[in-house]
């Protein structure tokens, strides 16, 4: 089993429209979590970190759920601009702060 | 403040040949880690320096992969002999190193190495 896994994707979604992403994870070791976004043949950038009280970035929204070991992305309005590759990653202390990345569901926003 | 750099940013060899690449962090960030996404995959922990020693290596696929960070700069990667499934993009990240719950790995644009 992976340690972080993601819906498969590929989302095609309309401009304007809300899109969700979901994450488990299977490390109850794990301290610190975040959504990564990548654009094609680039590099991951931090998109925002996840807090256990949730929290919101404009657009964004992201939640955690610890007892589930779950993490959500919610994008409302959805831009052209957002299309690309979200990817679901934790990060354990014990395991000396490297990040364990999901797989990535790829969301594409069609005008 | 300048990001991380990598090259080369592609490489193309042949099995069995030697590949070495370079990142160089963002000054003044002591940690650097190399990470490896090859097709269809998630991308995976190769290693993590914190200065110039090695925190954790775990990740590390098999004895030919060598990395170094002779005096805490730069790091090198380096393949010997490369095999086909060695390739993917390899990317480096840096942080700063503090006891903050949270300190952001900024990535590399990544090194795409193809092996033929």
């Known amino acids: 089993r992976k340690e972080v896994e993601q819906d498969p994707g590929p989302f095609n979604v309309p401009e304007g429209a809300t899109v969700a992403f979901n994450c488990t994870y299977s490390?109850?070791?794990?301290?610190?979590f975040f959504w990564y976004r990548q654009d094609c043949r680039k590099e991951p950038k931090l998109l925002m970190s996840?807090?256990?009280s949730g929290n919101e970035d404009g657009r964004f929204t992201a939640q955690l759920n610890r007892a589930s070991q779950y993490i959500s992305l919610l994008i409302r309005d959805s831009k052209l601009s957002d299309s690309a590759t979200y990817l679901c990653?934790?990060?354990?202390?014990?395991?000396?702060?490297?990040?364990?990345f999901g797989q990535g569901t790829e969301l594409s926003v069609k005008p | 403040e300048a990001g991380v750099t990598q090259f080369p940013s592609h490489s193309v060899i042949e099995k069995g040949q030697t590949v070495t690449l370079r990142c160089d962090p963002i000054?003044?960030?002591?940690?650097l880690y190399w990470y490896r996404r090859v097709m269809g995959k998630e991308i995976k922990f190769l290693l993590h320096?914190?200065?110039?020693?090695?925190?954790?290596e775990s990740g590390m696929p098999n004895n030919r992969f060598l990395a170094e960070r002779t005096g805490g700069t730069y790091s090198t990667l380096k393949v010997q002999p490369a095999e086909l499934e060695d390739s993917g993009v390899y990317f480096c990240?840096?942080?700063?190193?503090?006891?903050?719950?949270?300190?952001?790995?900024?990535f590399g644009p990544g090194t795409r190495l193809t092996v033929l």
């Open positions: 490390n109850s070791a794990s301290q610190s």
């Open positions: 990653v934790v990060r354990s202390f014990n395991q000396g702060g490297k990040l364990i």
């Open positions: 996840v807090y256990s």
């Open positions: 000054s003044g960030h002591d940690n």
């Open positions: 320096f914190v200065k110039e020693s090695k925190q954790d």
């Open positions: 990240a840096s942080s700063r190193l503090g006891t903050d719950t949270y300190n952001e790995q900024f």
